[in-house]
């Protein structure tokens, strides 16, 4: 019987069943981040070497060539060992950090340039100075011109030399309403010419009118053709005295909007002819289509009129 019972013992079979994949952990992640940040290094030492100037690189490449030898050199003498490429650039002597070379190249061209451009502007001021002079003198000596000395008023703006010629009360430059020329205004203008083609700057035109309106304006003509063709007129009375034509860069009219007495729009002072003598920076804005540059503060100078007496000049 106990045979048998040892037979009849039950067997148990054990089964394990498989499920998913298990999981990795964070091993990669490590290992990615691993990666990225030798990636990051890799491009820091890229942009440290383009942004190296070529006195550092030279520094650098001496210390790990010999870094026994270099690192001797830094400590001995005063003992000081604190930095081996002490300055950086091309003198390793220096404490202090180095400015690049083309930075410095490039530095010196601008303030050249710049004091240049002064120069050139003390030299043209002077030059326009003594242009003013002449014109006053050349008026004020001339017998049939003296008499309009004070219709002509001559001063120096941002823009170059400014010479005015204004209507007086019975004597006018033009008709009204008309853009010819008055005989005695045609020998002024030639009288100018002559003068301003000794000098190599070129010229602005202006005409200005009154703000009386001009009668039949609303059919088209109006003040702002009048001026312009008042400005015109003069330009071509400038080339028959001697002035070249390509020496006029401007010819423009601005009717009686740049009025010279606002509080009486209607008085002849308003109807004027203006030469500008301009000097290179209106030159330039005029060509660019651009303001003209303010270098330094102008000195205020004072308009001048023309004596019919004598060749000494006035204050306005």
Do not use: C
Not at 136 to 164: F, H, Y
Not at 193 to 222: C, I, K, M, W
Request: zero cysteines.
């Amino acid at each position: 019987m106990a045979g048998d019972a040892k037979k009849l013992q039950p067997i148990i079979i054990k089964r394990v069943k498989k499920g998913g994949h298990a999981s990795h952990g964070g091993a990669w992640k490590i290992a990615y981040a691993d990666f990225v940040t030798a990636m990051m290094a890799f491009f820091l030492l890229m942009w440290l070497l383009g942004s190296t100037t070529e006195g550092d690189k030279k520094g650098i490449a001496d210390f790990f060539g010999s870094p026994l030898k270099v690192a001797m050199q830094g400590g001995s003498g005063s003992g000081d060992s604190s930095s081996v490429v002490k300055g950086g650039g091309k003198d390793l002597t220096r404490e202090t950090g180095q400015v690049k070379s083309g930075d410095v190249e490039a530095q010196k061209r601008t303030f050249n340039l710049r004091a240049l451009k002064e120069e050139q502007r003390k030299a043209e001021r002077a030059r326009l100075e003594e242009l003013k002079d002449k014109v006053t003198k050349v008026l004020a000596n001339n017998p049939q011109l003296s008499s309009l000395g004070g219709q002509i008023k001559l001063d120096m703006t941002l823009e170059g030399l400014r010479i005015q010629i204004a209507d007086e009360e019975g004597r006018p430059m033009f008709d009204s309403g008309s853009a010819v020329v008055k005989p005695y205004m045609k020998q002024l203008l030639r009288e100018l010419g002559n003068v301003l083609s000794e000098v190599p700057n070129r010229l602005t035109l202006e005409g200005h009118t009154d703000a009386q309106p001009f009668p039949g304006g609303d059919r088209g003509y109006s003040n702002w053709e009048l001026s312009a063709d008042r400005a015109n007129a003069s330009r071509r009375e400038l080339n028959l005295g001697g002035l070249p034509e390509a020496r006029t860069l401007r010819v423009q009219g601005l009717a009686a909007s740049k009025l010279l007495d606002p509080k009486q729009p209607e008085s002849p002072i308003n109807r004027r002819i203006s030469i500008i003598v301009m000097n290179r920076d209106a030159e330039d804005a005029v060509l660019k289509n651009l303001p003209p540059e303010d270098p330094a503060p102008a000195p205020a100078d004072a308009a001048t009129e023309i004596s019919p007496s004598s060749s000494a000049t006035k204050p306005r």
